[in-house]
């Protein structure tokens, strides 16, 4: 009788980490930008895939339960857009600050807020994260300061975070993001000019899915190189699609 010898594998015999090459981002007033290349572990990769199917599998069920007007109101969701909250939670700490313009569900999970308390704010609940008072636009925990409704307005109070950490002497930083629909408000550029005079630890941050409101960024703005926008900012092209690139990107820019 021939002997059949089955190897047995485990976790150790395959490598911890791996390199990859992401693509090169576009500069704006820098000379030098994020790395081209990016280390990840194997924690980090199965951390990165969980986070963004999640996010990915609660926002499908959002849909599905708006069309059937068990979520009422407005229900702004994040699918497609996962890899940018995950880098970006990724690159800062928990004591860095977060504020986010009515697509907020994606940071709310990231910052740490139950699957559960997300979906119970989403049907009004009293066992959602601000007691089913909020809503789809509305989301809030500690040091994510929502989800805010009115466009554009997100980006000033953003600044006021960024302020108050330089006023007390912390050493964090406020993500402050808004999308292509509100990237031609006044108020965002008048927010660029105090946050540069004043030195504000802020980074602005545009998610760009080429639509505001059904409106095509072409129909909308007549420069759609939304990361030159701040003229006396730095600004980085990211590609908001690989996880990897937005997390060395946004670690570049918290250093920065």
């Known amino acids: 009788a021939s002997r059949v010898m089955v190897a047995s594998r485990n976790y150790a015999d395959f490598a911890n980490e791996a390199t990859f090459e992401i693509k090169k981002c576009d500069l704006h007033r820098l000379e030098e930008g ?4 990016a280390v990840m572990t194997r924690e980090e990769g199965l951390h990165y895939y969980k986070t963004m199917q999640t996010i990915r599998r609660m926002e499908l069920k959002s ?8 979520i009422r109101g407005f229900c702004h969701l994040y699918d497609g857009q996962e ?19 009515y697509r907020a569900h994606g940071f709310t999970y990231a910052r740490g807020v139950p699957v559960r308390e997300i979906l119970a704010e ?7 994260c601000v007691k089913g008072k909020g809503g789809s636009m509305h989301m809030y925990t500690k040091n994510f300061y929502g989800g805010n409704g009115i466009v554009g307005a997100q ?4 600044a006021g975070i960024a302020l108050a950490c330089k006023y007390f002497g912390k050493n964090e930083v406020c993500l402050t993001l808004y999308g292509d629909g509100a990237a031609n408000q006044g108020q ?10 004043w030195k504000l630890p802020c980074i602005f941050i ?3 899915n080429r639509y505001g409101m059904g409106t095509s960024v072409e129909r909308a703005a ?4 939304y990361y030159k926008r701040g003229d006396f900012i730095p600004g980085l092209r990211v590609d908001g699609m690989d996880v990897l690139c937005v997390r060395e990107a946004a670690k570049f820019a918290a250093e920065y």
């Open 206 to 208: 545009c998610e760009n």
């Open 155 to 158: 980006v000033p109070l953003g």
């Open 83 to 101: 890899a940018c909250c995950v880098g970006l939670e990724v690159a800062i700490k928990p004591t860095d600050h977060v504020i986010t313009a």
């Open 188 to 197: 965002i550029f008048e927010t660029y000019n105090m946050a540069a005079l």
């Open 122 to 128: 989403l049907t009004g609940r009293k066992g959602g």
């Open 63 to 70: 849909d599905q339960l708006y069309k059937q007007k068990i």
């Open 222 to 225: 007549a420069s759609t190189d």
């Open 34 to 37: 994020p790395s081209t290349t």
